[in-house]
């Protein structure tokens, strides 16, 4: 395969990927006034309980102005509490406010009703065989990145 090849076919895998997970979570989200990365900074946050801006930013890919503005906005709607770390004023942790933790789970439930019954009605083997794919898929594209 020839790298033009190849960049097209990541590119089509790409947009088919965004476009179909935006199909099944826009309309979850959409029902709280929430884009899709609003959405994905309140999961990061549920997963790890809290996080600084800096470590937000290496775990969604985002620059650190971008994430500190759409933190301000979750903020000011009330789904999340940011407060600077007395030790160092120069980080500022992120928490889910009560708020924010009702929403997610709401978004969960309804995800769950969505994913779920497609799970349960799918042989769990070629479930797990699709996520194998999804990480060999990354490590990958991780060799690509660390050969060039």
């Not at 990541?10 to 997970?21: A, Q, S, T």
Request: proline share 1%; hydrophobic share 40%.
């Amino acid at each position: 395969m020839k790298g033009l090849e190849l960049k097209i076919l990541l590119w089509d895998f790409w947009r088919g990927l965004r476009d179909n997970v935006d199909t099944f979570f826009r309309p979850i989200v959409e029902k709280y006034g929430l884009t899709m990365m609003q959405i994905r900074i309140l999961m990061e946050i549920k997963q790890y309980g809290h996080l600084t801006v800096g470590a937000l930013c290496s775990e969604i890919g985002l620059s650190s102005g971008n994430a500190s503005t759409m933190c301000k906005k979750l903020e000011k709607a009330g789904f999340i509490i940011r407060s600077r770390d007395q030790n160092d004023e120069r980080f500022v942790e992120l928490r889910l406010s009560a708020r924010g933790e009702v929403i997610i789970q709401e978004i969960e439930d309804t995800a769950e009703k969505k994913y779920g019954q497609f799970l349960e009605t799918n042989d769990e083997e070629e479930i797990m065989d699709f996520v194998d794919c999804i990480k060999k898929f990354n490590g990958f594209m991780r060799k690509m990145i660390i050969n060039n």
